[in-house]
């Protein structure tokens, strides 16, 4: 009876410890319950934020891409202006070419040309009116010689593209101002080949 005495003493002594542990383990989850909801929620907020970081992973995705073609247009017309410019370089060398044969074409029209003596009397109106007299006089003398013959001009020298000299009779004209009666300044009576 001692023996049962003391240990149902000592079975009271524990019932009422694990009582207090109990009440302490209850305290404990009740202290635990807002934190395990926190914690739930952070969760959803992580999930929330994953799905937000997935979708600005695949917004970059797209961006990339997009760069990528850009770059690549970038790419197709820098290699079009790179041949454009080439072309316009070509170009612009066949101008300069085509501008040095015009200059070289140019020296030889002025070098034909500097053949070729023009009349002062032919385009000149002074020159003309004061040829008027002499003419006059001339036509006011009888005619007891034969008319002369037409000079003949010198033969002029043209070097044509082959480089072959050509030799060709010069022609020269000659504009003279004569009428019956009176001579009128602006009158053209006849041209002498």
């Not at 003391?6 to 302490?24: M, R, T």
């Not at 989850?29 to 997935?54: C, G, K, N, W, Y």
């Not at 200059?103 to 002074?126: I, P, T």
């Amino acid at each position: 009876a001692e023996r049962s005495k003391v240990a149902a003493g000592e079975i009271s002594a524990l019932s009422k410890q694990s009582v207090d542990v109990a009440e302490k383990a209850g305290a404990m989850l009740q202290s635990m319950a807002p934190d395990i909801q926190r914690t739930a929620e952070l969760v959803q907020e992580i999930s929330v934020a994953s799905r937000e970081q997935d979708t600005g992973t695949q917004q970059i995705n797209q961006a990339i891409a997009q760069l990528d073609t850009v770059i690549q247009q970038n790419a197709s017309i820098s290699e079009e202006f790179s041949a454009t410019s080439e072309e316009i370089a070509s170009q612009a060398t066949m101008v300069a070419g085509t501008t040095e044969e015009l200059a070289a074409q140019a020296v030889r029209l002025k070098e034909v040309m500097a053949f070729f003596k023009v009349d002062a009397m032919g385009g000149d109106e002074s020159g003309a009116a004061a040829a008027r007299p002499a003419a006059r006089k001339q036509a006011d003398k009888p005619s007891s010689q034969k008319p002369a013959a037409p000079k003949r001009e010198p033969a002029i020298e043209a070097i044509d593209e082959t480089g072959v000299t050509v030799k060709k009779p010069a022609t020269g004209i000659t504009l003279r101002k004569a009428a019956s009666g009176q001579v009128k300044a602006s009158d053209d009576d006849f041209i002498e080949y």
